[in-house]
């Protein structure tokens, strides 16, 4: 890939997040960080409502089919290394119960959010 299109990649992907940012904000959650940054990888957003403390990990294609299947089990396991990184880190939030999902978002919808995510996907 060369470095503009790496670059709309990023961008689109920005996007894609503050729309699912938005979008769980008004259904009530709260974000605890964005683009969440460790040694072992990048949660794109952590959030949380009541006792749950959701991982979301959000895709943005073409379409939602796209999206879905980009997911893959390296991908699922660096992200779960990168939640108990971010948990270890945030002590206050461990007692919060954990939970993966991911948003997928194509074209001019709304996202489309799967709570649970690793157990629907496999």
Do not use: Y
């Not at 040694?39 to 943005?60: H, L, M, Q, W, Y």
């Not at 954990?98 to 919808?109: E, T, Y």
Request: hydrophobic letters at 50%.
């Amino acid at each position: 890939m060369n470095r503009d299109a790496r670059r709309r990649a990023e961008a689109d992907g920005r996007r894609a997040e503050t729309l699912c940012v938005w979008w769980l904000r008004l259904r009530g959650w709260r974000i605890v960080a964005r683009r969440a940054r460790m040694a072992v990888g990048e949660i794109d957003i952590v959030t949380r409502r009541g006792g749950t403390i959701a991982f979301i990990e959000v895709k943005a294609r073409g379409d939602l089919g796209a999206a879905a299947a980009s997911i893959s089990a390296t991908q699922r396991g660096r992200l779960e290394r990168a939640a108990a990184a971010f948990l270890a880190g945030h002590p206050e939030l461990a007692a919060l119960a954990p939970r993966f999902d991911v948003m997928l978002v194509a074209g001019w919808r709304l996202p489309v959010h799967i709570a649970n995510a690793w157990h629907i996907l496999r």
